[in-house]
């Protein structure tokens, strides 16, 4: 059906050649997990043509409406597949201050249809499509000297009109159009791409339906001498996006669509004018450029107002009121002004409009709908040729900040706990605070003019005010403790200091003076001194009379040729205590304690208190040590006696350090030292007990033992259990794995530390039962997870060299895996690079036997040792694990930094997945999620956690997003 040719053509008017003038503002986005139906329903209610793809505020991808064409839409369920599978990416950016020929040049470059516009920050603000450019270019004078048959391409195809929705598609496809002549009997219609988008998104199913059902009928042609011109604006008034050619006789010859106009125009156009309208758009590029970046230095905002809205504002304004560019273009003033306030606004804005020069101060709606005060004031200009009005914007924050400064300062100086006094510079008083009248007893009326002088005591000399003036006026300042007299004439000390207060040139305009009365402090350092040399609580000789008498002993013994012994006896637990009973009963123990300790003393022998609860015992005339030993003896036995307090019997353990002068120290500090030393190892034991300095082994092996003999129980008593610290995807925000670590849960000892029975474990070969153990308890947890609907892609364990040495260990995992019924691929072993470097080829071997049972591999503390890139590739390994002591001081640590890139770069080389441990900050995730490593755990995310918990943290993490 030929259309005539009498339709008028629209008016064109001169467009602003720079890229955001054609784009369309704002973001029409999808999350990568909606389904492609989801999208093309998007598409079709809004009647557009891309939408960007945005996951976590980043752009990802773009999909279009002619990527439908690479769709298999004859299978239901690729409609429910994620956009992520099929999106484009990555997404091409263009400024929003760019020329179009810019624009151009990257949709023919890159062959796309779409560009994605941002800002000078690189913040996405838009979409500029082809068609956009075809809307508005203004080249009537060109366009009406081409006939539309210069633009045959031979796109004419036919389909009938009963063929299936899958035909259409795959024809179009094929002939790589997008759209095709429907041939119904004699009639021709036209089916598109975006009648199949319609259909697609609006259907569930469409297997019955045929071409005629949603093609457009009749098919609207033009002849082929129409111009370009005429073409173009029948197909804008119509909304057409496709159109028949025919020639003379009414043969249909060919199909034109709006972006085979684009080509045609901007092929001629920009070569016939490309020049002359280049020096244009420069010079108008260059100008606005240079005075929008001269706006965008100004300290103050600014904006211009136009037609009643917004039509610039520079950085200053985004920064104070905090909206994004895109949300305050185009709003009027009126709506940034609290809605009780815009009536009497807008009668102002009516008195700028008629030019009246004025300053309105006025309180302004933020973004975030904080209130800020600002002072406007405005100037009419000329803009795109219009009238308009320059409004620059002061905050007054500032100003009013400084007011309620000033009333802050003023009242801290009444406030505050010196006495201050400022006097000018003629040393008469000008300003005083309430402390400085409490102090003196002085009112400001009495003292006002007055010298500072009117307060000496007499008490010093001339000679002291000659020097106190000598140094203020050569330094500035002076401090030290005077004696003055108060109203009343009581004389008092007091701590003063004075500064000078100098103008630029250096002129001294005033003093300013702070005084503390030390009367108090006097009093208590008298207090203090009296009881310097005694505990107050328990009556017995304090530290510093005890190290006296502990260095006179010392110095006698070394006459005799006899020794003293140092003991240092703690209450064990005593905090325990004092947090049960009060600290009430806490001192009451502490005085039956002192009391106890010198009814074992021999009269030349003392004790002292040295803390809250520690006591040093003096022991002279020793022969040697056993003595000592054996009054370590007697005094644990008497504390065995239990202690009455309030009714309540307590027996209390005690740990003792024992040091022997000549042997451990001769001098006081020194022998309190050593046997200081010796209390830390005694303080091991689990009971009362006591150790010599010097005496290492003998402590640590009776350590040794006790702790092996309780490692054994505890493995016979399941008392050692398994905690799982999460790992995390970085990318997905997801709990995808844990890493099983031992904790050790002693009936009495409470939790004790990995550091205290690995190393045991591992040199009593306990390490093999206890590796088992904790590697079926990671299983079994696991399994229990997965009946509960939840699964870990992985759970990591630690094995140690000693486990992957023993010769059953490969045959153990086995057997494990065989009772769990765990799949083996979920389990994932973790070896030390220090176990390879040490054990090479049989290490080697090892880890292929236990790759062929099917579980995952990983290395830990990598970075630690020397592996080599081309050692690495030797090995069946599925993980790198990156030790936290390069992850702590990221992203800050340039030589950490360093190695942690390698060891990203290292794991992407050999083919294998990278994992940071360690990690504790949202900065460091980032950082490494930015690098390339995708996998991280650490207390920034959860501290190792019980079974019980484990489940129910994993799940609350997952779903915060």
Known sequence: MKHPSNIPLFATSQESLTVS?????????????MSIKSVIGLLSQKNIGSILVEDNGEIE????????????????????????????TPVWRVHKDELVSSATYLFHKKHIHHLLVVDCDERPVGVLAQSDLVNAKASEHFLEGV??????????????????????????????????????????????????????????????????????????????????????????????????????????????????????????????????????EQRVLEAETLYRDLLSMSMHGVLIYQNDRIAYANHEVYNLLGYQECDLMEKSLLDLVPETEREAFALRLREMEHHHPAYIEQKLLCHDNRRVSVELSHKPITYHAEPAHLVV???????????????????????????????????????????????????????????????SSGKQAENFYREMWASLNATGTWQGEIWNRKKDGTIYPEWLTINAVKNKTGEV?????????????????????????????????????????????????????????????????????????????????????????????DSEDSVARLGADNFLILMEDIQNKNETAEF????????????????????????????????????????????????????????????????????TTSEYFFYEKALRQGIENKELITYFQPQICLKANRVIGAEALVRWLHPEMGVVPPSKFIGISESTGLIIPLGREILAQACRHWQAWQKQGFELERISVNVSTIQLMHQDFVSSVAEVLAETGINPAVLELEVTESFLLQNEQQGI????????????????????????????????????????????????????????????????????????????????????????????????FSRPLPPEEFLGWCRSFNQMD
């Open 509 to 601: 305009m005033h003093y300013v003076g702070l005084m503390n009365d030390l009367s108090q402090q006097k009093a208590t350092e008298q207090e203090i001194n009296r009881l310097s040399f005694y505990d107050i609580l328990t009556g017995l000789p304090n530290v510093s009379l005890f190290k006296n008498r502990l260095q006179q002993s010392i110095k006698k013994s070394s006459r005799e040729s006899q020794k003293v012994a140092l003991l240092i006896v703690d209450i064990a637990r005593f905090k325990m205590f004092n947090d049960a009973v009060g600290y009430e009963y806490g001192d009451q123990l502490l005085k039956a304690v002192a009391q106890r300790l010198n009814q074992l003393l």
């Open 393 to 455: 914007m002061n905050d007054l924050s500032f100003r009013h900040e400084t007011e309620r400064f000033q009333m802050l300062t003023r009242s801290v100086f009444d406030n505050a706990g010196e006495g201050i006094l400022v006097t000018d510079a003629r040393n008469r008083f000008v300003l005083v605070n309430r402390k400085f009248e409490d102090i003196t007893g002085y009112d400001f009326k009495d003292v006002a003019g007055k010298d500072p002088s009117m307060l």
């Open 147 to 280: 006939a539309i048959r210069e633009l045959l391409s031979g796109h004419l195809h036919f389909i009938d009109a009963h063929a299936d929705l899958n035909e259409v598609l795959a024809m179009m496809a094929e002939k790589d159009v997008d759209a095709l002549v429907v041939r119904k009997e004699d009639e021709l219609g036209i089916v598109s791409m975006r009648d199949l988008l319609k259909c697609f998104a609006l259907l569930e199913n469409y297997d019955d339906l045929t071409v005629k059902d949603i093609a457009s009928w009749p098919l609207i042609s033009v002849s082929h001498d129409q111009s370009l011109s005429y073409v173009r604006h029948f197909m804008m008034e119509r909304k057409f996006h496709h159109i028949g050619v025919e020639d003379d006789d009414g043969t249909l010859l060919d199909l034109i669509s709006f972006s085979e106009l684009l080509h045609r125009i901007e092929e001629n156009f920009h070569y016939q004018t490309s020049i002359s309208i280049k020096e244009k």
């Open 21 to 33: 003038h054609f784009m369309h503002h704002g973001l029409e986005t999808c999350p990568p997990d």
């Open 845 to 940: 071997e090892v880890l292929y036997a236990l790759k062929e049972l099917g579980v995952a591999l990983s290395m830990d503390d990598f970075g630690t040792g020397f592996s080599s890139l081309s050692y690495l590739k030797k090995l069946p390994l599925d993980q790198l694990k990156i030790d936290q002591s390069f992850v702590q001081s990221l992203p800050d640590d340039a030589e950490d930094l360093a190695i942690v890139e390698a060891i990203i770069a290292v794991g992407k080389a050999v083919g294998v997945e990278v994992i940071a441990e360690g990690v504790e900050t949202e900065l460091q995730a980032k950082f490494l999620h930015d690098k390339g490593c995708l996998l991280a755990q650490g207390f920034g």
């Open 61 to 88: 991808g773009i999909w279009t409406r002619t990527d439908l064409l690479r769709l298999d839409v004859s299978k239901p369920e690729v409609l429910q597949a994620p956009i992520a599978m099929v999106m484009n």
């Open 632 to 699: 370590a003896e007697q005094l644990i036995e008497a504390f065995l006696e239990p202690f009455s307090i309030d009714g309540q019997d307590h027996v209390l353990d005690v740990k003792i350090g024992i040091a022997l002068s000549s042997l451990d120290g001769d001098e006081a500090l020194d022998l309190m030292k050593s046997a200081d030393e010796a209390l830390f190892e005694a303080k091991k034991l689990p009971h009362s007990g006591y150790a010599f300095h010097s005496s290492e082994l003998t402590t």
